[in-house]
């Protein structure tokens, strides 16, 4: 029989005094705990303690810190190489810095409701308020690895669960305007940069993606291209310097796709292969081979996603284009389906977004401008009046 009783700390702490049936025979295992607040706080957290208890889920003591355990999680979780990469720097940079020395067991939710004011305010680097998205982010990553204690029985319950994270405004994404598009290919005919970012625009095709891209998923004749796979980068561990490059597949089934290329495109592809042609013969390397990348490097390995948005932010500033992301490419292909008119399903297939309700969220403003609520009022006014065909 589960025994516990609370006595006086301070002005306004408790401790809690629990004693629990042991293993061994006529021996007890008694668990401790403080409480701030008013008694009737400990009272409540007393009755929490024998419920847990009586149900076999309180756990038993432990040393082990915020810190250590979502480190320990993260080394551990079944993950791509580049989101483990970002849960780590949530981990070092938003959730050890505030949370890491408390104990796990002496998390409460008023520690995360502190933590999420304390990113808001100035959470990111210099003390500078960070975005509600990436408190988001860090939430999340907490989240599980708390999961993940009490799956292990560390924990009885997931503090974390029992608030959300900061609510996020979904803005308007970055895109080259219309008149834009034009100037900028003209600008980048004779530039490096002008057969990739050709291709972004006539694509959508994700940065990873179109660094991925072989010749054998390029059939010019047909005027598609095939997406089944993309680059990752990764810095490397271990105390080593440098990034770790690697193909990896589409999370889900939508990644891969094949996408029709504008006829423009097709053209710029046409000549891009043709001058790698010509380049080969004159170092004595031979026919392109079927698996050599559409967009690398000189001799032919891939280039470093985070390179080409240096390159791209280069041009930018050199040629005098508009100042924004290497993905705003993808953005502005997006907004130009949906000012089409092209169905919602269509352009998610054609993203790469599996739910289409993710594309809907993404573009909601450009699709918010496309309202056609008048049009429906005529259409069933129609109807009404008998006048429909």
């Not at 095709?205 to 089944?228: F, N, P, Q």
């Not at 810095?235 to 891969?256: Q, S, V, Y």
């Not at 292969?273 to 392109?288: A, N, P, S, T």
Request: glycine share 6%; aromatic share 4%.
């Amino acid at each position: 029989m589960s025994r516990g009783n609370i006595t006086r700390r301070g002005k306004h702490s408790w401790r809690i005094k629990l004693e629990r049936e042991s293993a061994i025979p006529g021996k007890r295992k008694v668990h401790y705990e403080t409480v701030r607040g008013k008694r009737q706080d400990a009272e409540k957290r007393l009755t929490e303690l024998l419920a847990q208890n009586d149900t076999g889920i309180l756990a038993d003591p432990s040393k082990i810190t915020v810190a250590e355990h979502v480190r320990a999680w993260i080394r551990t979780a079944e993950v791509a190489p580049k989101t483990k990469e970002r849960y780590s720097e949530l981990c070092e940079l938003q959730i050890v810095p505030h949370l890491g020395s408390t104990l796990l067991q002496k998390l409460r939710p008023a520690a995360i409701v502190a933590w999420h004011k304390v990113l808001l305010e100035k959470g990111g680097r210099g003390g500078t308020p960070l975005a509600p998205r990436t408190v988001g982010h860090a939430h999340r990553v907490l989240h599980a690895a708390i999961k993940d204690a009490v799956k292990a029985e560390i924990l009885a319950r997931n503090v974390v669960a029992v608030f959300s994270p900061p609510q996020v405004e979904d803005g308007e994404v970055e895109i080259l305007e219309d008149d834009d598009v034009p100037i900028v290919l003209a600008k980048l005919a004779s530039h490096p940069l002008g057969p990739i970012v050709a291709t972004a625009l006539g694509t959508g095709a994700r940065r990873g993606e179109l660094l991925a891209l072989a010749w054998s998923h390029v059939d010019l004749d047909r005027a598609t291209v095939h997406i089944e796979r993309s680059l990752e980068q990764t810095r490397r561990t271990g105390g080593e310097r440098g990034l770790n490059l690697r193909f990896k597949t589409p999370k889900t089934r939508a990644g891969h796709r094949t996408l029709s290329l504008p006829a423009s495109v097709v053209a710029v592809l046409r000549d891009l292969k043709v001058r790698q042609m010509e380049l080969r013969l004159q170092l004595g390397l031979g026919k392109l081979p079927d698996d050599a990348l559409v967009f690398c490097r000189p001799d032919g390995s891939p280039i470093q996603p985070s390179y080409l948005s240096r390159s791209w932010a280069r041009a930018c500033y050199a040629l005098d284009l508009p100042d924004v992301s290497f993905h705003a490419l993808r953005h502005t292909h997006a907004s130009a389906l949906i000012s089409s008119g092209m169905d919602v399903v269509a352009i998610a297939k054609r993203l790469g977004h599996k739910p289409p309700i993710m594309t809907l969220r993404i573009y909601a403003h450009a699709f918010a401008k496309l309202s056609k609520d008048a049009a429906a009022a005529d259409a069933i006014e129609k109807v009404m009046r008998g006048s429909a065909k």
